[in-house]
């Protein structure tokens, strides 16, 4: 399946996360970005040392400024369970605007068409680092990393597409 692109419409699907009463909630992709800007970035793994040092501060230190450019909302999905993105995201007590979602199996980075098999490193199917711009559904940017890079998904990168 080719990844997404940009003009393609995101494809919904099913991601969990725990909400402020820590209650497990599972949620539909559309019901986060119909009629809305939204940032949809994903890493491949919590804990990570460029996702957890690089990727994840820098939407959270420019969520002021995505916000001022009419984004209403910066998603952060993972193919890890909901407990452990719940402990990633308590490692930034700073955050206020950056939202954990799961997406235990796989399934909707393989619907987003970037999945990145790491089983000779011994960690599966996990997700190529991507960043999404979204309006209402359309995909507007789509800045997909290859390999390990780090190189077009940041958040600076995103503020250029806005």
């Known amino acids: 399946m080719a990844p997404i692109a940009v003009g393609d419409v995101l494809p919904d699907g099913k991601l969990a996360y725990f909400d402020e009463q820590d209650q497990l909630?599972?949620?539909?992709?559309?019901?986060?970005?119909?009629?809305?800007?939204?940032?949809?970035?994903?890493v491949p793994g919590a804990f990570t040392p460029t996702c957890?040092?690089?990727?994840?501060?820098?939407?959270?230190?420019?969520?002021?400024?995505?916000?001022?450019?009419?984004?209403?909302?910066?998603?952060?999905?993972?193919?890890?369970?909901?407990?452990?993105?719940?402990?990633?995201?308590?490692?930034?007590?700073?955050?206020?605007?950056?939202?954990?979602?799961?997406?235990?199996?796989?399934t909707y980075t393989h619907a987003l068409g970037l999945e990145l098999d790491l089983q000779e490193k011994g960690l599966g199917t996990r997700s190529r680092r991507f960043a999404l711009l979204v309006d209402d559904l359309k995909v507007k940017a789509?800045?997909?990393e290859g390999?390990?890079?780090?190189?077009?998904?940041?958040?600076?990168?995103?503020?250029?597409?806005?």
């Open 52 to 106: 957890s040092l690089k990727h994840v501060p820098g939407f959270i230190e420019k969520a002021g400024e995505l916000k001022s450019k009419g984004v209403t909302e910066i998603l952060c999905i993972s193919v890890n369970d909901p407990f452990v993105m719940k402990a990633w995201a308590k490692s930034y007590p700073e955050n206020k605007h950056v939202k954990f979602l799961a997406d235990g199996s796989a």
């Open 25 to 42: 909630q599972e949620v539909s992709v559309h019901s986060l970005v119909a009629g809305k800007k939204v940032i949809l970035f994903g």
């Open 147 to 162: 390999g390990g890079e780090f190189t077009v998904s940041s958040a600076e990168d995103i503020l250029k597409d806005l």
């Open 142 to 144: 789509a800045n997909i």
